[in-house]
């Protein structure tokens, strides 16, 4: 039999010494509501405060609000992952950066918060930011800061860890130079934050700040200025944007570069400029609340970035289609990859989050890497979250006609990881795209969902369904066929309509197009499913969705999972595995 390693009993200490800490500094948090707590529980469904359907291993902290992903990094063995956070209760406000570590970004624990408002240009304020590796092996952390009451007025700042021997790395300090960059030059002060990890080329370092550029005939062109510095002190701006989009305010930008071999491997934000590297800029929309991102090229010396697609902008690609937003990525040395983190809030109401006591969630982490074809990324949960896969079942070889469903039976999937693989036998009853949706997917999921029986599709799981299924969440792929003889068009839908009983909850249809070839009949999808979370990868990661559901009987022991064919064609369910997932150790709760 084996045991434990010296590493993994070293880790238990720490988590011991850890949570005994917290416990005994408990009684200094004071918890504020601005709603009665016992008026709005009895004003919300039961089902919303079952503690059954509160996430068992997405990250979340044991109460309050959270949002923003921030300076996510790798230190002495430790991965160091921050995060905007309420300590007085569960809605936004009083945000100050909250702080957990991990050995395998699965298992968390909690820390005291590393930065909170404590000096003039940060008092009303500590806003999201970056973290940089200097080249000593110092990290910075670079945040934006509010410095005056009653305006969003924005500075951005820097903070240093007070001692760098700790791998833990528990006190942050800001010098007093701070702020280090102030909205000149004709910025908008109220719309000019979250500075990204800084790069260095040629004896300077750059980074972003997000913003809107000054645009002619009416409208606000999305920005990402550039600012560079020789000491990493004093910051100046670049006459002209990185680059910019008539799409509004960008705000969390992420900056990066990635192989352009479709490799796995990733690169640090500092990988000198080569032939065979492409850069991926990503902005988070203020207007649309999703994250958008462009493949392109750097210019160095003319600090200009090009998107490959000369439409891309337009076209949208998305990390994730669903909910799911201010994503952060960092590069991970120990594993040579780079990591994204996002934010998915509610889709509860403010007072249902009051009642529950708690509000959003981090999607799990995914590695990201440049697809073969070079056009978009793929992105693939962490390896790690494969450690708490239990129980399991597979099927294989089972034919759903049309109309037909196939319940998974022998454990239960309210926790669980589900992969299948689909054969469609024939994509040639594929029915047409309707032009007018051609380039909007959601409205093309939301006029033919996963109930509106289809030549090839929609078919794929229900997650989350009751016993009757009356309730249940529809993640399915659905074929259509393409004007002008192109290749088959795939849509990737995630439709919660159905799946709650409870009218007050917002159940939108996400969805996305899968840059994929069904030529062959095959595609595959993988969904977590995490009591209230449902988020799939389709085609191996091409096309990403995550959904906040709240079910009303498809809870804990009662929660149904099912392979489902509302087409006119049989599809094939080639293999399914599907794992009961435990619950990590997550920050003390």
């Not at 992903?69 to 160091?80: C, E, I, Q, R, V």
């Not at 406000?93 to 699965?106: C, E, F, P, Q, T």
């Not at 809030?345 to 799990?364: C, F, L, M, Y």
């Not at 993988?526 to 009303?552: H, N, Q, W």
């Amino acid at each position: 039999m084996g045991g434990l390693g010296r590493d993994a009993w070293a880790w238990l200490g720490v988590v011991a010494v850890m949570l005994l800490a917290q416990l005994a500094g408990a009684s200094h948090v004071v918890y504020e509501n601005h709603l009665d707590l016992e008026a709005a529980a009895a004003a919300v469904p039961p089902s919303i405060v079952d503690p059954q359907l509160r996430p068992g291993y997405h990250f979340q902290p044991p109460k309050n609000w959270i949002n923003d992903p921030n300076a996510p990094l790798y230190y002495k063995g430790w991965y160091h992952f921050f995060y905007q956070y309420n300590p007085r209760g569960a809605v936004w406000g009083n945000i100050v950066w909250a702080h957990s570590v991990s050995r395998d970004l699965i298992n968390w624990v909690a820390l005291e918060p590393a930065i909170e408002p404590s000096i003039p240009s940060d008092q009303y304020g500590c806003w999201s930011g970056s973290a940089t590796m200097l080249p000593d092996g110092t990290p910075a952390i670079m945040y934006t800061g509010i410095d005056r009451p009653g305006v969003s007025y924005q500075v951005q700042n820097v903070a240093y860890p007070r001692n760098r021997s700790d791998p833990l790395l528990r006190e942050w300090v800001k010098p007093g130079y701070n702020p280090i960059i102030v909205p000149e030059g004709g910025i908008n002060a109220t719309q000019f934050r979250d500075p990204t990890t800084a790069w260095r080329a040629g004896g300077r370092w750059r980074l972003l700040v997000g913003s809107v550029a000054a645009a002619g005939g009416g409208g606000a062109r999305g920005a990402a200025f550039v600012y560079r510095s020789r000491d990493f002190l004093r910051w100046a701006r670049v006459r002209r944007p990185l680059h910019s989009a008539p799409t509004g305010m960008w705000e969390c930008p992420d900056f990066y570069p990635v192989e352009a071999a479709g490799r796995r491997e990733g690169l640090d934000t500092s990988v000198p400029g080569r032939p065979r590297v492409k850069y991926v800029l990503k902005n988070s929309l203020d207007l649309r609340r999703y994250d958008y991102y462009t493949v392109g090229t750097y210019d160095r010396r003319a600090e200009r970035y090009v998107p490959d697609d000369p439409a891309g902008d337009e076209c949208r690609l998305r990390y994730d289609y669903g909910n799911f937003y201010a994503s952060k990525t960092f590069y991970d040395p120990a594993r040579r990859r780079r990591v994204l983190w996002g934010w998915a809030n509610e889709s509860d109401t403010t007072a249902d989050d009051v009642a529950k006591g708690w509000a959003g969630i981090q999607a799990i982490p995914r590695t990201v890497w440049l697809d073969p074809s070079g056009k978009q990324l793929l992105q693939w949960p962490v390896e790690e979250v494969d450690a708490l896969r239990g129980k399991s079942v597979t099927l294989k070889g089972r034919v759903l006609k049309p109309g037909q469903h196939l319940e998974v039976t022998g454990l239960q999937t309210a926790q669980a990881d589900v992969e299948v693989s689909f054969e469609v036998p024939t994509v040639a009853g594929a029915e047409p795209l309707d032009p007018a949706l051609a380039h909007d997917a959601e409205r093309l999921c939301g006029a033919r969902g996963a109930d509106v029986v289809g030549g090839v599709g929609p078919f794929g799981l229900w997650v989350l369904a009751s016993a009757d299924r009356r309730e249940r969440t529809a993640v399915f792929f659905r074929v259509f066929r393409a004007a002008a003889g192109g290749k088959p068009v795939v849509l990737m839908c995630s439709d919660p309509t159905k799946s709650s009983l409870n009218p007050n909850l917002y159940k939108p249809t996400f969805a996305g197009f899968v840059d994929t070839d069904i030529s062959n009949g095959r595609i595959s999808l993988r969904s977590l499913i995490d009591r209230s979370v449902v988020e799939s990868f389709g085609a191996g990661g091409e096309t990403c969705i995550l959904s906040r559901v709240y079910p009303s009987l498809a809870i804990g022991k009662n929660a149904r999972l099912y392979a489902f064919n509302n087409g006119k064609a049989d599809v094939k369910v080639s293999r399914l595995k599907a794992w009961e997932m435990r619950k990590p150790l997550m920050n003390g709760a």
